[in-house]
């Protein structure tokens, strides 16, 4: 989260429920598309959110349905996003330790996120853990993230610091504010420059030496199907541990994923700016059958601005568009 907060849109520039459930309707039925995740910024800041997901659960077709949060309000959202349709879960831990995890979200509480972590599993969530290893700030506890699939039946997924928005690395957007730098800044923090990536081979090197050798596990069989190459560990039975490698091994060439943000322009890639806005197009009015072609076609238009291989450095901040 940046220092100042975040701008909030006026409530005419952000997509209504109804057409948010218009464009999932569209990408069933003229492109066959059957999984989907809300994600944010932070979707549960949302007011309706369990309707939202209880309007989409009603739309023949939606195989996966889940929601990717900061947990904060899961302790008391998890019961009824469950109720309402919603199938898994991905809440944002970049700590274990309550006093660094305040200093890299600036506003979180560790306990309340925890105790969002055990509401989404009681209710029968499926459960993930993303968690952003950076140098210097959390990277001396990927073999406890790990630990966790050893007690807990999810997935801990270990992602490639990404150079996103203000949080550049500082050689390509040199002077920075003062409040993005050190730990307090998170993964804004870019005093640290290139010294803030960990590899997905270090982080592997790290749980191995602790924790005994990974098995690859069959990434077809993960549910949600992400980007994440999927690992246990020898003789663990029940969570896995993933990584995500966008910088040291982009996997652009197999991307399946097109990003709606809440106001209404689809997004090509979390890091390059290949957009199309289709706001105008929910509201122009016409039959409904002509809305969905031209949706269709809207999103065949901003697939074709997919990069090869995207940029060292995304163009938006990660709150503004999510994971």
Known sequence: MPADGVRWLPQQEILTFEEIREVVVAAIAQHGIRRFKLTGGEPTVRAGLVELVRMLRSVDGIEDL????????????????????????????????????????????????????DAAEETGLGVKINCVTMRGVNDDEIADFARLSIRRNLTVRFIEYMPLGDAGLLEQVGQVD?????????????DRGADSLVTETRARELIEAEL?????????????????????????????????????????????????????????????????????????????????????????QCVAMKPEVHSNRGNEQMSRIGG
């Open 66 to 117: 889940s929601l990717t949060t900061n947990g904060m309000r899961l302790p008391e959202l998890a019961r009824p996003l469950r109720d309402a349709g919603l199938d898994r879960v991905t809440i944002s831990i970049d700590s274990l330790k309550s006093d660094r995890f305040r200093q890299i979200t600036r506003t979180g509480d560790l306990a309340t996120v925890l105790q969002g972590l």
């Open 178 to 190: 003062e409040s993005e730098i050190g730990p307090a800044g998170g993964c804004g923090a870019q």
């Open 212 to 300: 005994g050798s990974l098995v690859e596990v069959d990434r077809e069989s993960e549910p949600g199907v992400g980007p994440a190459s999927v690992y246990q560990l020898t003789g663990n039975p029940h969570g896995r541990i993933g990584f995500i490698s966008a910088m040291s091994a982009p996997f652009c060439a197999t991307c399946n994923r097109l990003r709606l943000t809440a106001a209404g322009v689809l997004r090509s890639c979390l890091f390059e700016g290949g957009e199309v806005s289709i706001r105008e197009i929910l509201r122009a009015g016409g039959s409904i059958e002509s809305r969905r072609r031209k949706l269709a076609d809207a999103m065949v």
